[in-house]
Nanobody, 119 residues
Framework: QVQLVESGGGLVQAGDSLRLSCIASGRTGSTGVMGWFRQAPGKEREFVASIDRGAISIEYLESVKGRFTISRDNAKNTMDLQMNSLKPEDMAVYYC????????????WGQGTQVTVSS
């Protein structure tokens, strides 16, 4: 089993930056692709970014390209999301997620961390 815990959320003004972190524990060697998702109040959860185990294949939601950067450190069992030039529409609960190796489905999820952006 894999456990994920996010941190780094907070209250910022538009244009500011935040860095979210996710630490994995348990059977971390069995994790493949990891990613970040977010859910705004009254909205469906949406994909934000993903990164494979070798940090070679990286994907972003179109609206965050050029502003957000995803990274991971397998030696530390961590994954980060650097968020720059934050906008009010980025306000959401952000979740860390992971797939088992060779899986196309995100199975493991963190508890979420709140990102609030004021204008």
């Amino acid at each position: 089993q894999v456990q994920l815990v996010e941190s780094g959320g907070g209250l910022v003004q538009a244009g500011d930056s935040l860095r979210l972190s996710c630490i994995a524990s348990g059977r971390t060697g069995s994790t493949g692709v990891m990613g970040w998702f977010r859910q705004a109040p009254g909205k469906e959860r949406e994909f934000v970014a993903s990164i494979d185990r070798g940090a070679i294949s990286i994907e972003y939601l179109e609206s965050v390209k050029g502003r957000f950067t995803i990274s991971r450190d397998n030696a530390k069992n961590t994954m980060d999301l650097q968020m720059n030039s934050l906008k009010p529409e980025d306000m959401a609960v952000y979740y860390c997620a992971a797939r088992p190796l060779y899986s196309r489905q995100y199975v493991y999820w963190g508890q979420g961390t709140q990102v609030t952006v004021s204008s």
